[in-house]
């Protein structure tokens, strides 16, 4: 593996899924692999999970770790070819991402989506100007429309939860009061169409993804009867793909409460976090012993774990 910016870098998700479980009862094995080596961690926006498990994930490797919050502590950059940089831009990708290089070895970038741009967002400036630039391995940490560790944390969650049958997995819609970007949509939905299983994605008329995305998977607009019988319910807001950023509904009665959850075959609680309680899901569901939100936290750091020791493979 030389990048990680896409669930599909990983050339075997069920091999990769065993590995990072097996590497979670042993997680220091591998400690001498990163030795003499640094990575370096750009944070355009802010971070917990991400950053702390992805740390985590590099110290257990032996890698040396640098962290860097272009948010605060670094110039703005400019992404652009053929501009004039006589605005707010201090600096170029160009020269920053050569730079960088040469004081890590690897390195991840977390970036989200401005949502007023479809096509730039689309275009994943950010990541693919540092892939384009930088000449050593970049990992997403979360870009414009992608999240692909969190996708492969929620691979190795629904592995160690897993039914003895071809599981049902609801991916559904909840409301929230701000913008939220697509990408954790996105990367599941692109984790679950490499799994057998039988997969539902579940939102108001309206907040259809990105048909690029979503292709030929099931989509059902009435929620209670997406969750009939579920075994992994997965919940995330995000806002309108058609209507790009905008939030045009924040109906209450789709939020994820315990009579909805009866609906389903004793299904497992899944969100990425952070959450809003009882505006996403009631207390008494994330609070009940079929949450599994800890874990699939927990998951974040064998995802970033096995994904940099392939690469420094």
């Not at 605005?87 to 977390?110: M, P, W």
């Not at 071809?166 to 990408?183: E, G, I, M, Q, T």
């Not at 990367?187 to 993804?209: C, D, N, R, W």
Request: aromatic share 8%; glycine share 4%; with cysteine.
């Amino acid at each position: 593996m030389n990048n990680f910016t896409h669930i599909s870098d990983i050339e075997d998700l069920q091999v990769a899924v065993k590995e990072a479980i097996d590497l979670k009862q042993d997680e220091l094995k591998f400690k001498s692999l990163g030795k003499g080596k640094t990575i370096c961690l750009l944070f355009f926006n802010n971070s917990l999970r991400t950053r702390l498990s992805t740390q985590k994930a590099a110290q257990n490797l032996g890698l040396n770790v640098i962290v860097m919050n272009f948010g605060s502590e670094g110039w703005q950059l400019e992404f652009e070819d053929n501009v004039v940089m006589n605005q707010d831009k201090s600096e170029h990708v160009k020269e920053a991402a050569k730079v960088i290089a040469q004081y890590c070895n690897i390195v991840a970038i977390r970036s989200f989506a401005g949502l007023t741009n479809k096509e730039e967002d689309k275009a994943e400036q950010v990541i693919n100007s540092f892939k384009k630039y930088a000449g050593i391995p970049v990992v997403n940490m979360e870009s414009a429309i992608g999240h692909p560790l969190q996708a492969l944390a929620d691979a190795i969650t629904m592995e160690e939860f897993k039914t003895k049958h071809k599981p049902k997995v609801v991916l559904s819609w909840a409301p929230h009061p701000k913008a939220l970007p697509h990408a954790v949509a996105n990367s599941f939905i692109e984790m679950m169409q490499l799994k057998e299983a039988e997969f539902v994605i579940t939102h108001p008329v309206g907040y259809e993804l990105d048909s690029e995305i979503t292709k030929n998977s099931k989509i059902e607009y009435n929620q209670e009867k997406a969750f009939e019988k579920a075994d992994f319910v997965y919940v995330k807001n995000w806002s309108s793909f058609k209507n790009y950023g905008k939030v045009d509904n924040i109906d209450a009665s789709w939020m994820i409460t315990s009579e909805k959850m009866k609906l389903t075959n004793n299904a497992k609680f899944m969100h990425c976090l952070p959450v809003r309680r009882n505006v996403i899901v009631a207390d008494e569901v994330i609070d009940s012993k079929n949450s599994i939100v800890i874990q699939q936290a927990n998951n974040r750091t064998y995802a970033a774990q096995i994904v940099l020791k392939k690469i420094l493979e």
